[in-house]
């Protein structure tokens, strides 16, 4: 059983441009999380999804950064028209609900440029 | 805000002593969980304990819980080179999502 997988491993894009972030859950989750980490702090909750609906974007940007879940294929962490301040380590986690453990995947890195 | 505070920040002990490292968080939980995350990786689930439980078990782990002080404690025995990372507590919180709160974490090193 894969464990969760996330691309790519390491992103790098110039101001302005969109980056899209995968993640594909462990088999058998339905319910995936992203995270932000910056270097030497934890990580800071964005968005909670589950199939083709968002549970709590609280930790979203309001503007830029969207994500989904789509019924089939890979949650999608995108943040369009990127900034130097999102350069960042992004985590997907997902699990199977109830008891909430959730397993990481390694991470993106996303340098901007 | 953040929830979890773990400290000491940082922790250097020489192998086969026990590390212990704290975390407080500020609002009612569900359940405390600790994870590792080595240099530059994604974060592995060590133990998670629940709001009515006292103190747990795993291996060279221990975690306890204090709701009434809201904090908890993490001690690693007879600690290894090999255990040297960053170690976060988080927290789901009671009646919301299930997402986690973290802190910033403990970077302990383990010297040989």
């Known amino acids: 059983n894969a464990g969760v997988m996330q691309n790519p491993r390491h992103l790098v894009r110039r101001r302005g441009q969109e980056a899209r972030l995968r993640c594909s859950p462990m088999k058998g989750h339905s319910h995936v999380y992203w995270y932000r980490q910056l270097p030497e702090e934890g990580l800071k909750f964005m968005v909670y999804l589950q199939k083709e609906n968002i549970i709590d974007e609280s930790g979203m940007p309001k503007e830029r950064f969207s994500a989904e879940f789509p019924k089939e294929g890979p949650s999608i962490l995108r943040i369009q028209q990127v900034v130097r301040g999102d350069s960042a380590a992004y985590f997907c986690a997902s699990s199977p609900g109830g008891e909430n453990i959730q397993y990481f995947g390694a991470g993106t890195r996303l340098s901007v440029l | 805000s953040q929830q979890g505070e773990e400290d000491p920040q940082a922790l250097s002990i020489q192998e086969g002593e026990n590390a212990t490292m704290n975390c407080s968080y500020k609002t009612s939980i569900n359940n405390l969980q600790w994870y590792r995350q080595n240099s530059g990786r994604g974060l592995v689930h060590l133990i998670l304990?629940?709001?009515?439980?006292r103190e747990k078990h795993s291996g060279r782990l221990r975690v306890t819980l204090d709701t009434s002080k809201k904090s908890s404690s993490l001690l690693i025995t007879a600690s290894r080179a090999a255990d040297t990372a960053s170690y976060f507590c988080a927290t789901a919180t009671q009646g919301g999502s299930e997402k986690l709160v973290f802190g910033k974490g403990t970077k302990l090193t383990v010297n040989p």
């Open positions: 304990i629940r709001s009515n439980e």
